[in-house]
T-cell receptor, first 108, second 114 residues
């Protein structure tokens, strides 16, 4: 069946360092969504990418959708302690398939 | 703002018990979903529903059933709880069946089966 994998599973960074999580699908996607789950919280929608090669920015967060629409990345520049949490990608074909998530820990 | 509520934040049950997890959304969304979240496995879809009285199996439906008698309410039922069903259960809803719909999650129910 369709799978969406994310790497790394965990990432610990010093505050101010950059962070990137990668998402790969076994099939071509119609679009991809990104969610953030704070510790003890629930996933919250961040952004959606639809077009091949699309790049979107939200302040220090940069989201990319691959040319083949099978992979995506989320890059955070100069992490802050408020960035702590688990980041999920979710690939859409006929239904939304969530990735395995990347848990980010930021040390002050 | 969309609000999705779940009946309990924490639940402790014994093996063999019947367990009901309730989810209510207040934004007239057509679609509702039940996921379980386990470390390293992400969010796995158990069941979903696109309309009242309709249900479809997700990726891991075994050991679970669902009920959607009213549009705003989607219940997850563990007919006979087992220890491998200890997990975080998340309910979500989305507006309709469009391909670009985002999902809104409830706070989750952490279930421990002893």
């Amino acid at each position: 069946g369709q799978q969406v994998m994310q790497i790394p599973q965990y990432q610990h960074v010093q505050e101010g360092e950059d962070f990137t999580t990668y998402c790969n699908s076994s099939t071509t996607l119609s679009n991809i969504q990104w969610y953030k789950q704070r510790p003890g919280g629930h996933p919250v929608f961040l952004i959606q990418l639809v077009k091949s090669g699309e790049v979107k920015k939200q302040k220090r967060l940069t989201f990319q959708f691959g040319e083949a629409k099978k992979n995506s990345s989320l890059h955070i520049t100069a992490t802050q302690t408020t960035d702590v949490g688990t980041y999920f990608c979710a690939g859409n074909t006929d239904k939304l398939i969530f990735g395995t998530g990347t848990r980010l820990q930021v040390f002050p | 703002d969309v609000k999705v509520t779940q009946s309990s934040r924490y639940l402790v049950k014994r093996t063999g018990e019947k367990v009901f997890l309730e989810c209510v959304q207040d934004m007239d969304h057509e679609n509702m979903f039940w996921y379980r979240q386990d470390p390293g496995l992400g969010l796995r879809l158990i069941y979903f529903s696109y309309d009242v009285k309709m249900k479809e199996k997700g990726d891991i439906p075994e050991g679970y059933s669902v009920s959607r008698e009213k549009k705003e309410r989607f219940s997850l039922i563990l007919e006979s709880a087992s220890t491998n069903q200890t997990s975080m259960y998340l309910c979500a809803s989305s507006l309709n069946r469009g391909m670009y719909e985002t999902q809104y999650f409830g706070p989750g129910t952490r279930l421990l089966v002893l």
